[in-house]
């Protein structure tokens, strides 16, 4: 009786099928630029799986820096980082030990390429090496204008694809060409890389003017609409500066990784040792010749005491 009584106190409501309503299709629009040329199913499974089994250049770059750093130098350290998606961090390893060290360090990472910061007391060196055998590049680092020093207009999608561009001297001279190949190595994002983006918005430039490379980061814009399609011109594409801005002189090419055989040496480098020593020689003769001039001077008081002279005013 009570299994009835709950049976006719509850209300049931019937679905008639005439009632129910139709789902409604939505229909997506399909775009194919930003759209990865390589990748044709649209799982996120097998996507994974194909940038991993077409992952075949797998340079990676570790950054790290000596201590003492400024705040200064670690901004820019850090913005570069920012721009390599395939770069390791690691903790700072003094000057004094690095040589021994960072092979170890690069291999343990499975690095093949290491841009190491070193702060020196007068001067911002950058050491550029494949791993291990070499060879290194030991530049000096000048001009440094990290992203929150300078306030620029352009932006682009963090770790996406860079282009690389290089001056016509890079072709001409031998050493620049050992230089393009290290810095290609470096700062070219690996294709298919899992962090990186299947597209390319901005441009790594590097120009030589006077025996100093200067590092440009530039933004790819598109000057008549807010985004780029399929039939955009080249033509009408422009380039907005992002930042970060500093650069490179060239000290020494070795044939190893932090040293080794010497295989070119800038003639126009000037160490700050160098300078101060010039300064400090410039300096003394401006003293010397300043002294020589007080000692004549008071020679000719001392003759012109005692002596009835017009001109012994100018003495006094």
């Known amino acids: 009786m009570n299994s009835e009584k709950k049976l006719i106190g509850k209300k049931t409501k019937r679905k008639d099928a005439n009632n129910e309503k139709e789902p409604i299709e939505t229909k997506v629009e399909k775009t194919e630029f930003y759209k990865d040329d390589d990748i044709e199913n649209n799982e996120p499974n097998t996507i994974i799986q194909d940038k991993k089994s077409k992952w075949i250049n797998r340079q990676r770059t570790m950054v790290l820096s000596s201590r003492k750093v400024t705040h200064q130098e670690r901004h820019l ?18 000057k004094n030990v690095a040589k021994d060290e960072l092979t170890e360090v690069c291999s ?41 020093e300078i306030r620029l207009t352009g932006n682009c999608l963090k770790y996406s694809r860079p282009l690389l ?69 080249i033509s009408k594409l422009q380039l907005v500066e992002i930042g970060p801005r500093f650069s490179m002189t060239i000290i020494r090419i070795f044939d190893g990784s932090l040293g080794g055989k010497t295989l070119f040496s800038n003639p126009f480098y000037i160490s700050p040792a160098a300078i101060r020593k010039k300064n400090y020689n410039s300096f003394m003769e401006r ?30």
């Not at 791993?131 to 000096?140: D, H, L, M």
Request: glycine share 2%; proline share 4%.
């Open 287 to 316: 003293k010397n010749k300043q002294f020589k001039n007080d000692e004549e001077m008071k020679v000719l008081r001392e003759k012109s005491k005692g002596k009835d002279n017009e001109h012994s005013w100018l003495y006094d």
């Open 108 to 148: 343990n990472h499975n690095c093949n390429n290491c841009l190491y910061f070193e702060h020196r007391k007068r001067e911002f060196i950058l050491w550029i090496f494949k791993n291990p055998e070499g060879p290194s590049i030991k530049f000096q680092i000048n001009n440094i204008y990290t992203l929150k």
């Open 165 to 233: 561009s290089f001056d016509a001297s890079f072709e001409v001279f031998p050493h620049l060409k050992v230089v393009k190949e290290l810095l290609i190595s470096t700062f070219n994002t690996p294709n298919n890389h899992p962090k990186s983006k299947p597209f390319y918005d901005h441009v790594l430039s590097f120009f030589n003017v006077n025996n100093t490379i200067f590092f440009r980061n530039y933004q790819i814009l598109n000057e008549l609409s807010k985004k780029f399609c399929n039939d955009d011109d």
């Open 77 to 94: 350290m850090k913005d570069i980082i920012d721009l390599l998606p395939h770069a390791k961090k690691e903790c700072k390893i003094e």
